[in-house]
């Protein structure tokens, strides 16, 4: 049985940070760079060795991340959410075509679930090499990476740091980032 406070502090993260989304709001780091800037950089942000997350995908960034060593991809953005991006079977049989392991956890408007970090948590945890999460900016991969990984004990602050390095905010999540680490560490 869920704890009905984490069940609530879960239910207005998700109002807050699918409420951002959908007006637009991109990580810090990537609105300040000019075409040119972007033009030479990857759209992959690093956020640990193993993982990074992405705004939506094309069907050549599947390559991409294959030539930098991704195993895993993980979408977190529904079919349906914008329909001139490749939907999700369309980036599995990409990734399955180029030997990428694929899991589609998608995060709709009406926010994350427990079962929603569960299955990241899952996900992290079968995969054999790199990891590329993505979504329509990047935000809700990393809020979900940043919540599995809250829920496994991590420390709420090196999350917060992690994130900021991609241009990624966990303002909106934080008291729910302390929660799941306290949860977790048994405090």
Not at 67 to 89: C, F, H, K, M, Y
Not at 173 to 186: E, T
Request: glycine share 8%; aromatic share 4%.
């Amino acid at each position: 049985m869920t704890d009905p406070k984490f069940s609530r502090a879960l239910l207005i993260a998700s109002a807050m940070i699918l409420a951002a989304c959908q007006q637009g709001i991109t990580p810090a780091a990537s609105a300040a760079d000019t075409p040119q800037q972007q033009k030479g950089k990857s759209m992959f942000r690093t956020l640990t060795d193993t993982i990074s997350v992405s705004p939506q995908i094309s069907l050549a960034d599947v390559a991409a991340a294959k030539s930098q060593g991704v195993t895993l991809i993980i979408n977190n953005r529904p079919d349906g959410e914008d329909e001139s991006a490749p939907q999700g079977a369309d980036i599995e049989a990409a990734a399955k075509a180029a030997g990428i392991d694929y899991v589609a956890i998608p995060v709709t408007h009406s926010g994350f679930s427990a079962a929603q970090i569960d299955a990241m948590i899952a996900a992290l945890g079968k995969a054999d090499g790199k990891v590329l999460a993505y979504c329509r900016s990047g935000t809700r991969s990393t809020l979900l990476w940043s919540l599995s990984q809250a829920r496994q004990g991590a420390k709420p602050d090196d999350l917060a740091a992690t994130a900021a390095a991609a241009g990624y905010d966990l303002g909106p999540i934080r008291p729910l980032l302390d929660q799941l680490s306290g949860q977790a560490s048994g405090e």
